[in-house]
């Protein structure tokens, strides 16, 4: 007897769902390869970007939607919280043995950085779907700018800490972000691709483009990016939970 997804599931899916499986092996991965980590979650925003594309050009599914959420908690909650938790614990020397009031900063941190990715990414399926602009920043580009960060050498517990604990709340927030132009994100994919496959390249250049890009958007887009006229005619943007 086959499984029931077959025959309701699309390729755009199984890619949704090897976007999680990534999520879980980046977790594992942290402990013993921060950078490894790192290159993961941007490989799965990457297939994030790819089931998308794959959803347009060959049709999607019901189900996809509700995948694509839940395949986000794994690669875009769960990963970056843990590798934000490892580089804070593995620099500041921190350990179980010992409940410090940093250890339970720590914890509490990236455990909120997961509530708040959870709470946004079920307030995306419910509201900013078919829409063209989304409230509250990306999990994808939260998990992005934090992986880039790693992979450009920033190491320092408390501006990791700092930033995770932006992202709490940018991620709930009613700022509202526009949906990337197709040529856009394809830059912004290549450059992805870039920072994965050569992150050393000279001098950790493509980590640093890709960190740039993520934080020029994260700050700008909502004032500057992609204005009310220029909705009309351009159509083709990607959006992103």
Request: aromatic content about 10%.
């Amino acid at each position: 007897m086959l499984p029931r997804f077959v025959g309701r599931l699309g390729v755009a899916d199984a890619v949704t769902v090897s976007n999680a499986a990534l999520g879980f092996v980046a977790v594992v991965v942290a402990f013993v390869d921060i950078a490894l980590a790192a290159r993961l979650i941007l490989l799965a925003a990457v297939a994030d970007g790819l089931d998308g594309i794959l959803a347009r050009r060959y049709g999607g599914t019901d189900v996809g939607p509700y995948l694509d959420s839940l395949a986000d908690v794994a690669s875009f909650a769960v990963a970056p919280a843990v590798v934000a938790f490892v580089v804070v614990t593995d620099s500041l020397e921190l350990g179980f043995d010992a409940v410090t009031g940093e250890l339970l900063l720590t914890t509490g941190t990236c455990a909120l950085f997961v509530a708040m990715a959870v709470t946004r990414l079920g307030m995306y399926t419910a509201f900013d779907v078919s829409g063209n602009y989304t409230e509250g920043i990306q999990t994808t580009l939260a998990a992005t700018i934090i992986g880039a960060a790693i992979l450009a050498g920033t190491t320092d517990p408390w501006l990791v800490l700092a930033v995770t604990g932006a992202f709490c709340y940018l991620m709930v927030s009613r700022i509202e972000y526009p949906d990337l132009l197709a040529r856009d994100a394809a830059i912004m994919g290549v450059v992805h691709v870039l920072a994965i496959l050569i992150p050393e390249f000279a001098g950790h250049t493509f980590p640093y483009a890709l960190l740039t890009l993520g934080i020029a958007y994260m700050t700008l887009s909502p004032w500057f990016y992609w204005r009310e006229e220029a909705q009309a005619t351009a159509p083709d943007a990607h959006g992103n939970a």
